[in-house]
Structure formats: C-alpha cells, structure tokens
C-alpha cells in the first residue's frame, strides 16, 4: 500500500494538486494523512483540485544577497489551504485576497515537484 504523501507526490508528478475527502460528507483534508483530524476516520478518498483558489495571507521574506520571496496561505475552491507561494509578480505585491491559479513545477535533481500560484487575469 502507498502512503499518502507517496500518492501526493505522484499526483503532483503528474500535474495535479491532489488532496483527500474525509467520509460521506466530504470534508477536504489537507496535507495528506492516513487518518482525518477530528473524526478520527480512516474513510479517506482522494479528489484532484481544479487548480483555483485566493490569497489568505501572505508575507515577504528576505535572505541576505536574494530577491524577496512571497510565502502565502492560499485558501482552495474546494475548501482546504496550503501554503506556497505566488510567481510573476513581484513578492511585495502579492495581496489577501487575490484569485490564484495553480502551477506545477516539475521535480528536479534537488526537490519534489511543487505547487506554486500564478495570478488569474481580471
């Protein structure tokens, strides 16, 4: 049997942002586990995201001889948040409450693939 971050990844290495549903009623559960916080249940199923979702909070962070990075709390359509950061936009301009669409950047020799945020056109 897979683990749950196993089967995360994997979804990721295939373009999608993928998170679990706890039982009959649904409830997004994020980042994956083996068992939903709360209930206690084990009845997890996996959904893939649609990819959309708004800034929840958001903060500027700089290391010596860098460019500022954005890390941002980014609330999903579908009910759950990850943390992650948004690109093409300049780290001090990213703002709570803007509409973000997912991007995948690919696993390389140093990381996992990783689910980053771009802003969505007006």
Not at 46 to 75: C, F, M, Q
Not at 83 to 90: K, L, P, T, W
């Amino acid at each position: 049997m897979e683990s749950p971050l196993a089967t995360y990844l994997r979804y990721l290495d295939n373009g999608e942002l993928a998170f679990q549903v706890d039982g009959p009623d649904a409830k997004p559960v994020f980042f994956p586990r083996l068992v939903a916080p709360g209930s206690g249940s084990t009845d997890l199923s996996w959904r893939v995201s649609r990819g959309l979702g708004t800034v929840y909070a958001t903060t500027v962070v700089h290391y010596k001889g860098e460019a500022p990075l954005n890390v941002a709390l980014i609330d999903m359509d579908e009910g759950f948040r990850l943390m992650s950061r948004v690109e093409d936009i300049a780290a001090t301009d990213v703002r709570i409450g803007m509409r973000v669409k997912l991007r995948i950047l690919p696993a390389d020799d140093t990381r996992a693939a990783l689910p980053v945020f771009t802003v969505l056109p007006s």
